[in-house]
């Protein structure tokens, strides 16, 4: 399919009915009035219930949206000084002004004697409100504010990180394409580099998570926790499972995933005959072949994404095809960006916002196609009348991103038009799911041990990420003289400063993903389908009831992860 041909009905925003248009969203007099009458307005019937809820999900649509553009704008140029500044004011100003008022509305729709008359799908709402009473404390709203402001410092301090790279001042994101060079003292040259600039802030990043762990600490103790781990799993509404479930997925991501990735490494040490597997070797073709250059720059990124997923169905290119046409997307990698890439639902507009750095690899496309999932996931949801069944988990979000990510491989002759290319880049793609598993596990397990030991040093932090580290990777690898660069890796996973704990649903995911793909391999119709009616869902239904509408089954056993590997190791054969 050409972008060209694809058909683009740019999406009408939600029309407001209670709030007015133009009102200023960064002033608390302003916002202040209509969250007193959501509090104080009568609800005599159930018909009263289903309008205060149509308001109350149009209040917290346009909230979250104005504060999700600051948020955009903030992370596209950390060095606008206003941006950051406007982003502060509202999670120092506004944020913890609103959090009284939704614990005052979420009691007064728990306690509502019409409640009872709402439909099912508002039930798995109301468990979510139940946990939201359970945890608010008035004494946390400070130190969320101070917490949203320190988790941004990473994206400061990352976003200012630099290399020089033949001659020219490079970000981390586009200097990590030379480690794909099959010139190996080049390799080693700017791995060197990339190391030694991350290590320059090793303090600082440290600094900044002793402040982190200290402060979500006390927001858990404060609330009742006995941690913060505990805390956030009723944050997260984990309804499906427990702590001791992520415990048991690490042993068996441990027993079933790490001994493939042992196979994979020494294979790709013979092959290319080394006495050792370097850090700087794991991300090379072992054939030495150069690096895919599978598009230049983000237009051309968004075109071929286009023209890849209208071979999978019509409306997974027009939701991409919207997004480019509204501007909705910035793909390029530049000095000043924040790092990384997301998917920003904007529930007034319906229409999401898609953010990454792209610097023309094949690692690129599989972001794009990642957030893209997550982009078609938003846009099937769009239109469900209350907004708590479009704030989706993770678990179901990034369902949909990587199965995506897999699904989409089917059709990459679109970024590689040569048949070895295209070989290459789906074998890349299939090693990269079996290398992700145990470093999801790893960083989760992490996770558990920092906010269950909240008042370790840095030495014991260091320690501990070592021994987690060794358990979830190969003994291949050779890291003699790179020992500091290992002992600061865990500092470049952006979702231990940023988003804690929101991390093992990309494990549950992935596994789900290979299980949709497996679908998709042996009925692509009904898999797409299946797929399509399971987001469309959104959060109405709970993880096990939309992973069996997509066909799947939600579990992390250690015979179904066992099951699920060996077809992809069987497909990676096949390639």
Same mark, same amino acid.
């Given at each position: ?18 709030? *007015?248009?133009?009102?200023? %969203? ?6 202040? !009035? &209509?969250? /007193? #009458? +959501? ?60 959090? *009284?008022?939704?614990?005052? %509305? ?6 509502? !004697? &019409?409640? /009872? #008359? +709402? ?457």
């Amino acid at each position: 399919m050409n972008q060209d041909s694809t058909v683009v009905s740019v999406p009408e925003k939600m029309k407001r009915n209670f709030i *007015p248009n133009n009102v200023n %969203l960064d002033e608390w007099s302003v916002l202040e !009035p &209509f969250y /007193t #009458e +959501l509090c104080n307005r009568q609800i005599e019937s159930a018909k009263d219930l289903k309008q205060w809820l149509t308001d109350l999900s149009e209040l917290e649509a346009v909230i979250s949206e104005h504060a999700g553009w600051l948020y955009i704008r903030m992370t596209c140029d950390t060095s606008d000084k206003k941006r950051t500044e406007t982003y502060t004011h509202f999670v120092e100003e506004i944020n913890p002004k609103i959090e *009284p008022f939704a614990d005052k %509305l979420n009691k007064k729709l728990f306690n509502c !004697p &019409f409640v /009872t #008359e +709402l439909s099912s799908p508002y039930k798995l709402y109301l468990r979510q409100v139940e946990n939201s009473i359970t945890i608010f404390r008035e004494a946390n709203i400070p130190l969320e504010a101070e917490l949203a402001v320190k988790q941004q410092k990473f994206a400061e301090i990352s976003g200012a990180m630099t290399v020089e790279v033949e001659g020219k001042t490079i970000t981390l994101q586009q200097a990590y394409n030379y480690l794909k060079s099959p010139d190996r003292n080049v390799r080693k040259e700017v791995y060197s580099k990339v190391s030694s600039r991350r290590l320059q802030d090793r303090d600082k990043l440290d600094e900044l998570f002793n402040d982190l762990v200290a402060l979500r600490d006390k927001v858990g103790k404060n609330a009742g926790f006995p941690n913060y781990r505990d805390f956030m799993f009723v944050q997260l509404d984990r309804f499906d499972y427990t702590a001791d479930d992520c415990l048991r997925f690490h042993e068996s991501v441990s027993k079933a995933v790490v001994p493939v990735l042992n196979e994979l490494m020494a294979s790709r040490k013979a092959n290319m005959k080394l006495d050792k597997l370097k850090p700087w070797d794991t991300e090379v073709d072992e054939l030495g072949r150069p690096d895919m250059k599978p598009f230049k720059g983000g237009e051309e990124l968004i075109n071929k994404t286009i023209a890849c997923f209208g071979e999978i169905h019509p409306y997974f290119a027009e939701v991409a095809a919207t997004l480019k046409t509204m501007n909705y997307i910035d793909l390029d990698s530049r000095i000043g960006k924040a790092p990384g890439g997301y998917n920003y639902p904007l529930y007034e507009s319906g229409v999401p916002f898609i953010f990454m750095n792209a610097s023309g690899s094949l690692k690129d496309i599989t972001t794009m196609v990642h957030e893209g999932g997550h982009a078609i996931h938003s846009m099937l949801t769009r239109d469900l009348e209350f907004i708590g069944f479009k704030e989706i988990p993770s678990e179901i979000a990034e369902l949909a991103s990587m199965s995506m990510e897999l699904i989409s491989m089917e059709h990459w002759q679109h970024f590689f038009s040569e048949e070895e290319e295209l070989r290459r880049a789906k074998r890349e793609q299939l090693e990269g799911v079996l290398e992700t598993l145990p470093w999801i596990a790893c960083i989760d397990a992490y996770q558990h041990w920092l906010y269950t030991h909240p008042q370790h040093s840095i030495s014991e932090r260091t320690k501990a990420w070592l021994e987690i580290y060794k358990k979830f990777s190969s003994t291949i690898v050779d890291w003699s003289e790179n020992e500091a660069a290992l002992e600061a890796m865990w500092q470049k996973q952006l979702h231990l400063f940023e988003v804690p704990f929101y991390y093992i649903e990309y494990g549950m995911a992935q596994l789900g993903a290979i299980a949709v793909w497996r679908n998709y391999k042996n009925d692509p119709q009904k898999a797409v389908k299946q797929y399509m009616d399971a987001l469309s869902l959104g959060y109405s239904k709970s993880i096990p009831e939309v992973y069996e509408a997509a066909g799947i089954r939600f579990d992390f056993s250690e015979n179904y992860i066992r099951e699920l590997i060996d077809f992809t190791r069987a497909e990676l054969n096949k390639v």
